[in-house]
């Protein structure tokens, strides 16, 4: 089972710099970590994906140390429209048949 | 953009009903998801499917079976709805490549009285 672990919330309030980290101890070689956010009744969108090192987009950063078993997730100056549940999941690029496992998400709350 | 489009918002079903839930994808993608997602919980992997006809149980099928008769369809079924199947419900289709992730419908939320 590819589980991850996560803090089950987070609070923040705005302009500040959240860091999320999820551990992921049983990654294999083949896996690629990913983000997902969720608002309340909404389904998850993609956030960020990376293997190895750091990604960077126009929403997060992805840092992932050497030996891969965990990654944070940086949201810099997060404001109001942030809050939402994150998720982290590991998947391998190899095509079909590959489960997708969620875990329980970290819920992040920012206040003014 | 992948556009992943569950047929119903919201359902009422009774105990012992058969119900269908249906997921379409516009973006002929080999592999469709479905998940229940309840308070504290998370996302919790139902059934997933490959490929037209193939299907693999996730972590919580009992209860449950899925249909893909066509590439862009995959149906969720529960053949006697129970009280604890009241969730919400999550369709999602997978992109491949370089850039793979998954694309998620609005959810259906069923409550079964």
Known sequence: LAKTTQPISM?????????I????????????????QQF???GPRFIIQGYKTKVTN????????????????????????DTAVY????????????????GTGTQLKVEL | DVKVTQSSRYLVKRTGEKVFLECVQDMDHENMFWYRQDPGLGLRL?????DVKMKEKGDIPEGYS??????ERFSLILESASTNQTSMYLCASRSEGENEKLFFGSGTQLSVL
């Open chain 1, 11 to 19: 609070d923040s309030y705005e302009g500040q710099e959240v860091n």
């Open chain 1, 21 to 36: 980290t999820c551990s992921h101890n049983n990654i294999a070689t083949n896996d690629y970590i990913t983000w997902y």
């Open chain 1, 40 to 42: 309340p009744s909404q």
């Open chain 1, 58 to 81: 126009e929403v997060a950063s992805l840092f992932i140390p050497a030996d891969r078993k965990s990654s944070t997730l940086s949201l810099p100056r997060v404001s109001l429209s």
């Open chain 1, 87 to 102: 998720y982290c999941l590991y998947l391998r690029l190899t095509g079909g048949g590959n489960k997708l496992t969620f």
């Open chain 2, 46 to 50: 139902i059934y997933f499917s490959y």
């Open chain 2, 66 to 71: 899925v249909s893909r008769e066509k590439k």
